[in-house]
Nanobody
């Protein structure tokens, strides 16, 4: 069994920053990509950012491009999402996800095999 655990969520004022981290544990698996998704209250889950593990190429939703950065820490076996210039519309539960197989579209939730439990991010105006 693979477990993904997110941390770093919280309450921040608009314009502030937060850093989310995702740690993987449990059964060893081939990591093809890691992604971040979010789900605001009453809305569908949406893609935020992703990284292909073999070359660290990154992808971002237009709504967060230039404000969010996804990175990896090989020593800690974690992936992080640095969020800056936060807006109230960024308020959501943020989920970490992992894909163990080749996929073309990392923006789709179906591309991922494992999911974390989510961490709440609240941005006040």
């Amino acid at each position: 069994q693979v477990q993904l655990v997110e941390s770093g969520g919280g309450l921040v004022q608009a314009g502030g920053s937060l850093r989310l981290s995702c740690a993987a544990s449990g059964r060893t698996f081939s990591r093809y990509a890691m992604g971040w998704f979010r789900q605001a209250a009453g809305k569908e889950r949406e893609f935020v950012a992703a990284m292909r593990w073999h070359d660290s190429s990154t992808y971002y939703a237009d709504s967060v491009k230039g404000r969010f950065t996804v990175s990896r820490d090989n020593a800690k076996n974690t992936v992080a999402l640095q969020m800056s210039s936060l807006k109230p519309e960024d308020t959501a539960v943020y989920y970490c996800a992992a894909s163990s197989r080749f996929v073309v579209r990392l923006t789709q939730s179906g591309a991922y095999d494992y999911w974390g439990q989510g961490t709440q991010v609240t941005v006040s105006s």
